[in-house]
Nanobody
Framework: QLQLVESGGGLVQPGGSLRLSCVVS????????IAWFRQAPGAEREALSCISSDGQTTKYTGSAKGRFTISRDNAKNTVYLQMNSLSPEDTAVYYC????????????????????????WGKGTLVTVSS
């Protein structure tokens, strides 16, 4: 069982930056990726980025590419999402989620942002971009 808690959201002006954190607690012997998603009011959930268990694989979707950076500190059980050049269109609740890939070392670099197939979710942190 894993528990995920996001933090770092808040109000930021257009053009500003925020760094979101996702702290993972609990225990598992599985390798797992962490992915970030967001959901704006009235919109569907959108995948943003993922990072593999060993941190060697990262992926970004179009909304995040070039502006967001994902990183992972396994010593602190924390995954970060650095968001730059924010615009009002980035206003949303941001979620982190974990996808367990098993115990084989061949999956330690897996990262797929599988949406509804993710195994654990945090409760989200609200990011509001407004002047």
């Amino acid at each position: 069982q894993l528990q995920l808690v996001e933090s770092g959201g808040g109000l930021v002006q257009p053009g500003g930056s925020l760094r979101l954190s996702c702290v993972v607690s609990g225990s598992t012997s599985d390798y797992y990726e962490i992915a970030w998603f967001r959901q704006a009011p009235g919109a569907e959930r959108e995948a943003l980025s993922c990072i593999s268990s060993d941190g060697q694989t990262t992926k970004y979707t179009g909304s995040a590419k070039g502006r967001f950076t994902i990183s992972r500190d396994n010593a602190k059980n924390t995954v970060y999402l650095q968001m730059n050049s924010l615009s009002p269109e980035d206003t949303a609740v941001y979620y982190c989620a974990a996808d367990l890939w098993g115990t084989s070392t061949v999956v330690k670099d897996m990262c797929e942002m599988r949406g509804q197939l993710m195994d654990y979710w945090g409760k989200g942190t609200l990011v509001t971009v407004s002047s």
